[in-house]
């Protein structure tokens, strides 16, 4: 549509421009002469007597009388009636009668003749109209001068609300669709129950939304056989290793004992954390309410004050008063603070200290051990992803698991390189 405004425009402006004499002017000449003919006033005997002039034409003439005349002729082109003095001699050549408009040339100026038969007339009498080129101009631009600017006004008005009305336009028939996209871009693997609604949707857009539910569909049921295997396997492998490590304990002991029993011990941190992070991974498995961290703090201090101990490292806290609660599922963020204190603890070396802090918008865990490479920074919380030539004991899941308790609540997980050690910080809010 604005397009064919900005072609119509540009039509009117040039033919206006270009063309004033020969589309309008003759238009409005022919129409005079006509007028004129038919007040031609004739005797008993047909022939034309009188002329009777309108008061605007005598004004309109009076004006330009150095540009315009008007006379009756006879089929000789002999002047028989002639109210006001005219401005030139017409020339009278060829088949002029049935030329309605001829051109001639006199004394260096350009002039037009309209020529029109009498009507009613016994004998063939014609009135003309003479008028300059310049007059053309003159009046062109006294009728039409304005026309090219009411054009471009009323474009730009038509342009304006076109733009106005096409934008709320847009903006009601695409709303469905961006409330779509802002669902899309809300589904995780921790809700992949979440559908798209086809409410208002339009109906060109209705078979790529339910696809788009069908894929999810397929997805979640794929996520959810791998989850279940997952747990499957983890369960059937729980069972196991607990009665091999019986039947271990009940030998009689030799000096691979102690090996193996540390190897089956590791093998089942490993299955508890698949289990772990099942569960962590299943945004059903979350009981949310309002959570003190600085009670959750305490008690996995408490928890693993032993294992500190043993380390030689000193856990401490800072419980900062304006701490206020949180909603959480409380044994996701008890895990989530476990997970990080064991990874700080496995890290920090003897004598060092390890300290939690809690204050209103998050919980931070740091050590003061080697730390880890600024390139090794963004895997950290990939599943089994271990750093080159890391001799610590460990499956690679502790942290992965925290990541997705993180995303299941909301939060944003976060590990920096400190000097010494490293620092993981736990924001409430994701902003």
Same mark, same amino acid.
């Given at each position: 549509?604005?397009?064919?405004?900005?072609?119509?425009? %540009?039509?009117?402006?040039?033919?206006?421009? *270009?063309?004033?004499?020969?589309?309008? /002017?003759?238009?409005? /000449?022919?129409?005079?002469?006509?007028?004129?003919?038919?007040?031609?006033?004739?005797?008993?005997? =047909?022939?034309?007597?009188?002329?009777?002039?309108?008061?605007? /034409?005598?004004?309109?003439?009076?004006?330009?009388?150095?540009?315009?005349?008007?006379?009756?002729?006879?089929?000789?082109?002999?002047?028989?009636?002639?109210?006001?003095?005219? /401005?030139?001699?017409?020339? $009278?050549?060829?088949?002029?009668?049935?030329?309605?408009?001829?051109?001639?040339?006199?004394?260096?100026?350009?002039?037009?003749?309209?020529?029109?038969? +009498?009507?009613?007339?016994?004998?063939?009498?014609?009135?003309?109209?003479?008028?300059?080129? %310049?007059?053309?101009?003159?009046? +062109?631009?006294?009728?039409?001068?304005?026309?090219?600017?009411?054009? +471009?006004?009323?474009?730009?008005?038509?342009?304006?609300?076109?733009?106005?009305?096409?934008?709320?336009?847009?903006?009601?028939?695409?709303?469905?669709?961006?409330?779509?996209?802002?669902? %899309?871009?809300?589904?995780?693997?921790?809700?992949?129950?979440?559908?798209?609604?086809?409410?208002?949707?339009?109906?060109?857009?209705?078979?790529?939304?339910?696809?788009? @539910?069908?894929?999810?569909?397929?997805?979640?049921? =794929?996520?959810?056989?791998?989850?279940?295997?997952?747990?499957?396997?983890?369960?059937?492998?729980?069972?196991?290793?607990?009665?091999?490590?019986?039947?271990?304990?009940?030998?009689?002991?030799?000096?691979?004992? *102690?090996?193996?029993? $540390?190897?089956?011990? %590791?093998?089942?941190?490993?299955?508890?954390?698949?289990? *772990?992070?099942?569960?962590?991974?299943?945004?059903?498995?979350?009981?949310?309410?309002?959570?003190?961290?600085?009670? +959750?703090?305490?008690?996995?201090?408490?928890?693993?004050?032993?294992?500190?101990?043993?380390?030689?490292?000193?856990?401490?806290?800072?419980?900062?008063?304006?701490?206020?609660?949180?909603?959480?599922?409380?044994?996701?963020?008890?895990?989530?603070?476990?997970?990080?204190?064991?990874?700080?603890?496995?890290?920090?070396?003897?004598?060092?200290?390890?300290?939690?802090?809690?204050?209103?918008?998050?919980?931070?865990?740091?050590?003061? =051990?080697?730390?880890?490479?600024?390139?090794?920074?963004?895997?950290?919380?990939?599943?089994?992803?271990?750093?080159? @030539? @890391?001799?610590?004991?460990?499956?690679?899941?502790?942290?992965?698991?925290?990541?997705?308790?993180?995303?299941?609540? =909301?939060?944003?997980?976060?590990?920096?390189?400190?000097?010494?050690?490293?620092?993981?910080?736990? *924001?409430?809010?994701?902003?």
């Amino acid at each position: 549509m604005t397009l064919s405004l900005v072609v119509i425009m %540009a039509g009117v402006e040039y033919t206006f421009t *270009h063309y004033p004499a020969e589309m309008f /002017i003759r238009g409005e /000449i022919d129409s005079a002469a006509h007028r004129l003919a038919r007040s031609v006033q004739l005797d008993a005997e =047909g022939r034309p007597v009188s002329l009777v002039v309108s008061p605007e /034409i005598e004004k309109f003439h009076s004006t330009f009388a150095q540009d315009t005349g008007y006379q009756v002729v006879d089929p000789q082109g002999n002047a028989v009636l002639s109210m006001m003095p005219m /401005i030139v001699s017409v020339p $009278h050549e060829g088949d002029w009668m049935h030329t309605p408009r001829s051109r001639f040339e006199s004394g260096g100026k350009v002039f037009y003749v309209e020529t029109v038969p +009498v009507p009613d007339a016994r004998r063939p009498y014609f009135l003309q109209v003479i008028t300059s080129e %310049a007059f053309d101009v003159a009046l +062109v631009r006294i009728k039409h001068g304005a026309v090219p600017k009411v054009v +471009v006004f009323t474009f730009l008005l038509a342009v304006l609300v076109f733009g106005i009305t096409m934008r709320m336009t847009l903006r009601r028939l695409v709303k469905p669709i961006r409330e779509v996209s802002r669902a %899309a871009a809300g589904i995780t693997p921790q809700n992949l129950t979440t559908r798209l609604s086809l409410q208002d949707i339009p109906s060109e857009m209705r078979p790529l939304v339910a696809s788009f @539910n069908d894929a999810l569909a397929r997805l979640e049921e =794929g996520y959810l056989a791998q989850q279940t295997f997952l747990a499957a396997a983890a369960h059937e492998l729980q069972t196991p290793l607990t009665l091999i490590r019986g039947q271990i304990e009940m030998q009689p002991a030799s000096p691979d004992t *102690h090996q193996i029993l $540390h190897d089956v011990d %590791a093998m089942s941190r490993q299955v508890r954390q698949l289990l *772990h992070l099942m569960e962590a991974s299943v945004l059903q498995n979350y009981e949310f309410s309002q959570v003190d961290p600085q009670k +959750v703090v305490r008690d996995v201090t408490s928890q693993l004050a032993r294992s500190a101990a043993a380390r030689g490292v000193r856990l401490e806290t800072s419980l900062r008063p304006a701490a206020s609660q949180v909603r959480a599922d409380e044994g996701g963020l008890f895990i989530l603070l476990k997970n990080l204190l064991e990874n700080a603890l496995a890290y920090a070396p003897r004598g060092s200290i390890v300290t939690i802090k809690v204050d209103a918008s998050s919980i931070s865990v740091s050590d003061e =051990g080697p730390g880890i490479d600024e390139v090794h920074l963004p895997f950290i919380f990939s599943r089994f992803w271990r750093a080159p @030539n @890391n001799k610590a004991e460990g499956s690679g899941l502790g942290l992965a698991i925290c990541k997705e308790i993180a995303l299941a609540h =909301g939060w944003r997980l976060i590990a920096a390189r400190t000097q010494p050690g490293t620092l993981f910080t736990i *924001h409430f809010s994701q902003a």
